[in-house]
């Protein structure tokens, strides 16, 4: 059998972040830790964030789920990372356009996110790529906060 | 099974994604049969008005229909009276209701709640909330090696501190037939209250209340191919009469006065607000077609379909399926989950092929520990199902493997 709309969704990028995911695992000295589940489905990211003089300095996540969140997770925490949470912010926003199949800021290299487009044809596919991205806004803005 | 039956739900006859609907979410949510549509628009279109008031001709028909319904409910269970059978949401407002009026009124400090690993969240919650209101203690029956319960498990929980035993029929993961009879016979032993959530288990098998010896019973309307938003209580009448409503309002009530107010009569005093008229005129019509085509029928096709699909699903290699090994001690539902796959992926892949399956952990996640998976993927099949649902499935199945064999 034939799926050619799978392979919108499955890209080789994407799999390939599920395969060998980046930064793997809990950070020593973080400053923010945040668990986030999706509880319909069972999917669980742990998200350990390093932010300091507004920069994001390091992330690192923990969790099971399906590939696309796991990929998703992934790709998140290499495109924060370095960047001041201004701009992992708005990265967020961009990425939840995306998602939402709406006109998106193109003018931001999004790097290997790019290929999770797909998910926005798979509805009930979406809220398993957003989970790490809604983590770490919830991460950050606890940061803000304390 | 008829073969003809498919023909009655039209939903069934559609394409999606290009391939023709595979429908195995039924544990989720049944699909409707042209005489429960029809019995619906009826209603709607000829007798809707409230009921239980006013004197005119509509209000009439529809409190005939609403009362008429109770009736087909007490029959299809064999309750020993319409005072038994209270009209709710579903099963979860009706294990609430219980939990809230009974529990309340009969659970003290350091008494014991009894329920089991394999519970839905709707059979797990209500009572934690009773335990830690009332400083309960809520007990897990532990679960056999291929997900049954074994009567001496439930001889070690229950204890004469026992108040409550609370216990799913037929488990919406594994599929697993429980001895809920015994276990209520165990209960009354030491004097506590059997509570059944049938959810599972009306839709398949031939409820009798009084063969049970049950003391509550719970079931919802849309898993035995009637509407959504109904479902039916069934309490022994000594019990529901000693116990104070939850819900307080109109159509309840005897006597209003300005500080106090006096209920009705059984099964009203529970049915605050105007009442799920139209559900429960679509439930009798979901009953009428069940007991057209048999329950004794439909639960030996789930049995075959059951047996079918573990025996087509095992060839399968790295296919893991939970619970009873043996398809005599299960209804139809098999979960399971493909090695190195995501059961999420695994369903995305199905849908694709027009095959409908639920991937998650089924609002049981006690279980999932238990069975030490963060989720599965769950195929449920019901009287609407035939033996080329299961090629389509194992077929499916076989190409999600090769899929993702590929793409890794």
């Known amino acids: ?146 | 099974m008829n073969p003809e039956i498919k023909s009655h739900f039209p939903i069934l006859n559609q394409e999606v994604n290009g391939h023709p609907l595979v429908y195995l979410d039924s544990a989720a949510t049944s699909q409707k049969p042209t005489p429960v549509i029809a019995a619906l628009k009826e209603y709607y279109e000829f007798d809707n008005s409230n009921v239980h008031r006013g004197v005119h001709t509509l209000g009439n028909r529809a409190t005939e229909k609403y009362e008429g319904a109770r009736e087909k409910v007490q029959q299809f269970i064999n309750a020993s009276s319409t005072q038994e059978i209270v009209f709710l949401r579903g099963t979860t407002t009706a294990i609430n209701l219980v939990a809230q009026s009974y529990g309340r009124a009969n659970v003290e400090e350091g008494d014991e709640i009894v329920i089991t690993y394999m519970e839905h969240h709707s059979n797990i919650i209500p009572w934690q909330q009773l335990a830690k209101e009332r400083g309960a203690v809520l007990k897990y029956i532990e679960l056999e090696e291929d997900g049954t319960i074994s009567l001496e498990n439930v001889r070690a929980a229950i204890t004469d501190r026992t108040k409550i035993v609370s216990m799913v029929y037929v488990s919406n993961v594994l599929g697993t037939m429980n001895p809920v009879k015994e276990v209520a016979k165990i209960a009354h032993e030491h004097g506590a209250v059997m509570m059944v959530d049938g959810a599972q288990a009306a839709p398949h098998l031939k409820i009798d209340v009084q063969d049970l010896d049950c003391d509550f019973f719970a079931f919802s309307g849309h898993k035995m191919v009637g509407p959504t938003g109904i479902g039916v209580l069934y309490g022994k009448k000594h019990l529901l009469e000693a116990m104070e409503p939850v819900e307080f309002g109109g159509e309840m009530i005897d006597f209003v006065g300005l500080y106090d107010s006096t209920w009705k009569e059984l099964p009203w005093k529970f049915e605050g607000g105007t009442p799920i008229i139209a559900g429960a005129v679509g439930l009798a019509a979901a009953i009428d077609f069940l007991q057209e085509i048999g329950l004794d029928e439909i639960e030996k096709h789930e049995h075959h379909m059951a047996a079918l699909a573990m025996d087509k699903m095992g060839a399968i290699e790295g296919l893991e399926i939970y619970g009873p090994k043996d398809p005599a001690k299960r209804a139809g539902i098999v979960t399971f989950n493909l090695k190195e796959v995501h059961p999420h992926d695994v369903a995305t892949v199905l849908d694709m092929s027009g095959i409908a399956v639920r991937a998650g952990h089924h609002c049981a996640q006690p279980l999932m520990k238990w069975l030490d998976v963060t989720a599965t993927a769950r195929a449920s099949f019901y009287l609407y199902n035939d033996e080329s649902d299961i090629d389509r499935l194992v077929e499916g199945l076989r190409s999600a493997k090769e899929y993702f064999s590929d793409v890794f």
């Open chain 1, 1 to 146: 059998m034939s799926f050619n709309n799978l392979d919108q969704l499955y890209r080789q990028v994407i799999m390939d972040h599920y395969k060998t995911p980046r930064n793997k695992g809990a950070l020593e000295e973080d400053s923010v830790n945040i668990e986030m589940n999706n509880p319909t489905c069972g999917d669980r990211i742990q998200l350990t964030l390093q932010v300091e003089d507004g920069i994001v300095k390091d992330a690192k996540f923990d969790g099971e789920g399906c590939s696309i969140s796991m990929a998703s997770a992934s790709m998140m925490t290499q495109a924060v990372k370095g960047k001041d949470v201004d701009t992992a912010l708005k990265l967020s926003g961009i990425f939840s356009d995306m998602m939402l199949g709406k006109e998106y800021d193109d003018s931001v290299d999004l790097g290997d996110i790019e290929a999770l487009q797909g998910v926005s044809k798979f509805p009930a596919r979406i809220k398993c790529a957003t989970l790490a991205w809604k983590a770490m806004e919830k991460g950050v803005h606890e940061e803000e906060k304390s």
